[in-house]
């Protein structure tokens, strides 16, 4: 199975609301990523776990919160976002976070904030 | 950091043509793949190529690592190639982390 899942496929949400994305792999993966990608750009590094441990985060706001929960599991808690948030946000994970690792990306969550 | 220069920007085609994308790094990689994002925003892997040549069905990729590039082939195309086609490496030096170039956007008419 080389399948990354992601829910919701879509989110509209209010800047005081908070609301989580999920990302669950069976890949048997090590290291999980959160990228953000807006419309004609390519994807932004966010998060990357490597064994359940926040590895990497690219100064992403705090209004953005990553948690992984297991190796399986990846979610992003969203709180008080503001307009500008509203992107395609894409989770991926490899086999482990080492040199010449090969990535796997789910569909995605397009994200709406008004 | 290390440079991605993917060219064309844009490509227009008529279904049934060929064509060749071509990614352009500034240093050395450990990594290279290709992806083709969908219209519905799905990034789908096409090749781990860090350097030699694959094939996959009407796809094919080659890297030339001490020249610093790569080039994906699309033979015959079809309507269903169109989207975004993007090249990401890791440079060499234990960064592991990916940069993206800015994509080629193919469009193939029927």
């Known amino acids: 199975d080389t399948e990354v899942t992601q829910t919701p496929k879509h989110l509209v949400m209010g800047m005081t609301n908070k609301k989580s994305l999920k990302c669950e792999q069976h890949?048997?993966?090590?290291?999980m990523y959160w990228y953000k990608q807006k419309a004609k750009k390519p994807p932004e590094l966010m998060f990357v776990?490597?064994?359940?441990?926040?590895?990497i985060n690219e100064s992403v706001p705090s209004r953005f919160s990553p948690e992984c929960p297991n190796s399986s599991l990846l979610n992003l808690h969203l709180h008080a976002l503001q307009p500008e948030d509203s992107a395609l946000y894409l989770c991926?994970?490899?086999?482990?976070?080492?040199?010449?690792?090969?990535?796997?990306f789910g569909p995605g969550t397009r994200l709406t904030v008004t | 950091g290390i440079q991605v220069e993917q060219s064309p920007p844009d490509l227009i085609l008529q279904e049934g043509a060929n064509s060749t994308l071509r990614c352009n790094f500034s240093?050395?990689?450990?990594?290279l793949q290709w992806f083709h994002q969908n219209p519905w925003g799905q990034l789908i892997n096409l090749f781990y190529?860090?350097?030699g040549t694959k094939q996959n069905g009407r796809l094919s990729a080659t890297t030339v690592a001490t020249e610093r590039y790569s080039l994906l082939y699309i033979s015959s195309s079809q309507t269903t190639d169109s989207g975004v086609y993007f090249c990401?490496?890791?440079?060499?030096?234990?960064?592991?982390?990916?940069?993206f170039g800015r994509g080629t956007s193919l469009i193939v008419h029927p």
């Open positions: 240093d050395s990689v450990n990594n």
């Open positions: 990401a490496v890791e440079a060499s030096g234990g960064s592991y982390i990916p940069t």
């Open positions: 190529i860090p350097s």
């Open positions: 776990y490597s064994y359940e441990k926040l590895s």
């Open positions: 991926a994970s490899s086999p482990v976070v080492l040199a010449g690792d090969e990535q796997y």
């Open positions: 890949m048997g993966h090590r290291a």
